[in-house]
């Protein structure tokens, strides 16, 4: 049996990388409440990273790239508002993760430790919403109605900038998040 090859096929490639990472957020809120103070912190640290590094950055070439592409061929421009807000929550929920760390890092408690478990589960829940939105709509959507020069120009525009990029990223997703607050 032969396999369909899809034009999206780098983009969907590109989530099951950032979905293998994803599984972190999820293992980190389930260690939350470790009494192994250094073990929660590390757990909290890879999170980050992965935030930082992979997922903000993917969300920065999504907003440029990605979602322009979509609302031009579905002639609706604005139809992407939704996973932009998204975007935007992930960010929030970001800043809100730099917040707990630092508290785990000075006074660690109980309370703080359920919050770090329920953002945790909270951005999980987020992130694996929005990717499966994006494969069930957006990406067949592509795959019908481009092809070409057009779908080169639009993959070429999907590539993420490096992670020390990432901090200019961080900062503009956190401006827009506190505008939508």
């Given amino acids: 049996m032969t396999e369909t090859v899809r034009s999206t096929d780098p983009l969907r490639e590109r989530h099951r990388q950032l ?15 470790d009494a192994d103070r250094a073990s929660v912190q590390q757990r ?17 070439v999504e907003e440029e790239a990605l979602y322009p592409t979509v609302e ?44 770090l478990r329920r953002l945790l589960y909270g951005l999980y829940a987020v992130v694996m919403l929005h990717f499966a939105k994006e494969e069930e709509l957006y990406l067949p959507l592509l795959d019908r109605k481009l092809a070409g020069a057009a779908l080169q120009r639009l993959l070429s525009g999907m590539h993420e900038q490096p992670a020390a990029d990432a901090a200019p990223a961080r900062t503009e ?3 827009i998040s506190r505008q939508a607050l």
């Fill in 72 to 115: 031009r061929l579905m002639g609706s421009p604005g139809c992407t508002a939704t996973m932009r807000r998204d975007h935007v929550e992930i960010s929030r929920m970001t800043e809100a993760l730099r917040f707990l760390q630092a508290r785990l890092q000075h006074n660690p408690t109980r309370e703080t430790n359920e919050a």
């Fill in 173 to 175: 997703l956190s401006r």
């Fill in 19 to 33: 979905v293998a990472q994803i599984e972190d957020l999820r293992i980190a809120a389930a260690g939350a409440a």
């Fill in 44 to 60: 909290v640290a890879r999170a980050l990273a992965l935030l930082d590094e992979g997922l903000i950055p993917h969300a920065r």
